[in-house]
């Protein structure tokens, strides 16, 4: 039936085909309790914002009464809500992203100017304006080979080679905004060499050099202070630094020597943030190689440069939405490697290499938007070759 107006007939008996509702004694539409009324559309007023963890209905719309800003769900990810600003306000409401929007960060390494010298220190370099880095604190040690890590307010950097054959275990964490020193905040379960991956709520460190089990895979929790548990493994042993990466997801390996046969492996490994489970095999880097550097962008898995029968220039690039084999993208500036694994970061928009051996102190970035060679946008602030650091970004 075609509606064109309501008669008041139709008002009459609700067992009728085409009736509305029974009218009572009086004549008029009787009372509804507002228990009897769901999915009704509409506004949640609250004093204050939603959070990632409000968990409600993608389309939800969530007023702040005090602030007056609205803002929509548009994913509704358990526990990691998106709510998009659409008042007249700015800011989305998100889980941060492994990816920074201001500063990379340089931590510890190895300088050469005449000699070759362990650092400890934590330098920063800018993500919207191309400019040297500048020294803004230290680490509790110097160190090389650490494996990288963050928070949404800290930096950390665990692990790693200290002095002569000796690694460490120390976890240091250091604020993002006060720039202070790093203070020794836990251990891993075992001195080594590592690389760092990042699900932010938990750091991991995926092993490499000088460990008695090149394979473990292991996490510490960024929301409170202590030490990192063994929670898995690789696919294989890794007697020398690899790629690390991060998606939302998975934390990734890229490349390294293979401890068993002493050969160049050119494979990549990923495994779950979700569930404590060993690695499993997502593709292969386009030629086996160590000492890469390592960057993420929200879709795609990189690693720059590293070393198989001297030093490389290659940017390889793989998907993070499927298993699959990486290809070549574009080039270094030069050949370069002792990246650490971490050397590296990571904006929205493009992945930063920062020192390297044998040629350089620049920081160059390559675009994650288009495929191609990576630009010289400044210098380390040591105006010095420094290489085996590890990287993060806010």
Known sequence: MTLTKVDISMYEDVSGANNLVKLDANAKIPAGAATNLTNLPGVIKSSSDPTISSNKAVGTQWANTTSGEL???????????VWTNVGAGTGDIKPAAFQGETFGYHMGGYYVSGSWTL???????????DANAT???????????????????????????????????????????????????????????????????????????LASDNRKIEKYAVASDGNASDIANMTFDHSSMHAGCSSATYGYTGGSQDNNTAGLGKGIDKFAFASDADATDAGDLTNG????????????GYCTGGYQSGYKNIIDKWPFASDANAT????????IGELGGNNSSSSLTYGYTAGGYPDTNTIQKHSFTTDGNSTDVANLYNNVINGNACGTQI
């Not at 803002?71 to 809500?81: F, I, K, P, Q, S």
């Not at 699900?199 to 460190?205: H, P, Q």
């Not at 070549?328 to 050949?335: I, K, M, T």
């Open 71 to 81: 803002y929509v769900c548009t994913d509704a990810t358990a526990g990691e809500n």
């Open 119 to 129: 650092t400890n220190t934590i330098q920063k370099y800018s993500f919207t304006t």
């Open 328 to 335: 070549d993208v574009g080039d270094l500036l030069g050949a």
């Open 135 to 209: 020294d803004v604190s230290d680490l509790t040690v110097g160190r090389r080979f650490a494996g990288g890590g963050k928070s949404a307010t800290h930096g950390y950097a665990a692990g790693g080679h200290t002095e002569g054959p000796v690694s460490g275990n120390e976890i240091d964490k250091f604020s993002f905004a006060a720039g202070s020193n790093a203070t020794d905040v836990g251990d891993l379960t075992t001195p080594t060499w590592c690389v760092g991956q990042a699900s932010m709520t938990y750091n991991y460190v995926t092993r490499g050099g």
């Open 289 to 300: 190689r160590y000492s890469s550097g390592g960057n993420s962008s929200e879709t795609y």
